[in-house]
């Protein structure tokens, strides 16, 4: 019988390979035993069980989708090995460490830590440029462990994106549902990074975008094979 999460994400992944089959990354190779004590270890929390679950599910590996109050997606890339995990959380830290007077810009929620680093934030999911999802260890006084937490240093912005992972995966596939794979527009292209190729907000149900997007992920996929 398949978990909430394995739901969940088995219909998202059915979605992309639908409607946006260019947006599935590499297969999604399962996570041992082994890999979930080290990170269990590293983090000095016990890990949700559904972000267990999670890891060791064996499916192809879509982009996740990071929604914004405006209808549109920015895409963002799911963290899936320890070492990768482990990564992004040093890297983050570090930037916080630097710019720990952007705190008082940050709105508070009962719901999640007044911190811009907490060593109990698990790193999610990645845009590369600014925008990190955590899966939240240590939640505030009104919060939910397990929650997710959307982070932007740039954008000064933190809130709960999502009550859970499996919430995360049914919220975005919803939103794909009834509106189809819309991008955040870009300011500029750039083909030598997958994720700032501009699809001036497309929707990829429309043949003439689907098109057009294509002949983009032709180009950055060619100039990669060089």
């Given at each position: 019988?398949?978990?909430?999460?394995?739901?969940?994400?088995?219909?998202?992944?059915?979605?992309?390979?639908?409607?946006?089959?260019?947006?599935?990354?590499?297969?999604?190779?399962?996570?041992?035993?082994?890999?979930?004590?080290?990170?269990?270890?590293?983090?000095?929390?016990?890990?949700?069980?559904?972000?267990?679950?999670?890891?060791?599910?064996?499916?192809?590996?879509?982009?996740?989708?990071?929604?914004?109050?405006?209808?549109?997606?920015?895409?963002?890339?799911?963290?899936?090995?320890?070492?990768?995990?482990?990564?992004?959380?040093?890297?983050?830290?570090?930037?916080?460490?630097?710019?720990?007077?952007?705190?008082?810009?940050?709105?508070?929620?009962?719901?999640?830590?007044?911190?811009?680093?907490?060593?109990?934030?698990?790193?999610?999911?990645?845009?590369?440029?600014?925008?990190?999802?955590?899966?939240?260890?240590?939640?505030?006084?009104?919060?939910?462990?397990?929650?997710?937490?959307?982070?932007?240093?740039?954008?000064?912005?933190?809130?709960?994106?999502?009550?859970?992972?499996?919430?995360?995966?049914?919220?975005?596939?919803?939103?794909?549902?009834?509106?189809?794979?819309?991008?955040?527009?870009?300011?500029?292209?750039?083909?030598?990074?997958?994720?700032?190729?501009?699809?001036?907000?497309?929707?990829?149900?429309?043949?003439?975008?689907?098109?057009?997007?294509?002949?983009k992920l032709s180009r950055f996929?060619?100039?990669?094979?060089?």
């Open positions: 019988m398949q978990t909430d999460v394995q739901t969940a994400y088995l219909r998202l992944n059915q979605w992309f390979q639908a409607h946006a089959p260019e947006y599935i990354r590499h297969p999604k190779q399962p996570n041992q035993t082994q890999d979930i004590a080290e990170l269990a270890n590293y983090f000095q929390r016990q890990l949700p069980e559904e972000y267990i679950t999670w890891l060791m599910l064996d499916e192809p590996n879509p982009c996740i989708q990071s929604l914004f109050g405006d209808g549109t997606l920015e895409t963002m890339q799911l963290l899936l090995q320890p070492s990768q995990i482990i990564q992004t959380r040093q890297n983050y830290q570090k930037k916080a460490a630097k710019s720990a007077h952007l705190l008082e810009l940050f709105d508070t929620h009962q719901s999640i830590q007044h911190k811009l680093f907490d060593p109990h934030w698990l790193p999610f999911a990645d845009d590369n440029r600014q925008a990190t999802l955590w899966v939240d260890l240590n939640p505030g006084p009104t919060g939910t462990f397990g929650q997710l937490i959307y982070l932007s240093l740039e954008q000064t912005a933190r809130f709960v994106y999502a009550e859970s992972i499996p919430s995360c995966f049914k919220n975005l596939l919803s939103h794909l549902e009834q509106n189809g794979l819309i991008l955040k527009k870009k300011e500029r292209m750039n083909e030598n990074n997958f994720d700032d190729i501009d699809f001036d907000e497309e929707n990829f149900d429309d043949p003439r975008s689907q098109k057009e997007a294509e002949e996929y060619r100039s990669h094979r060089r």
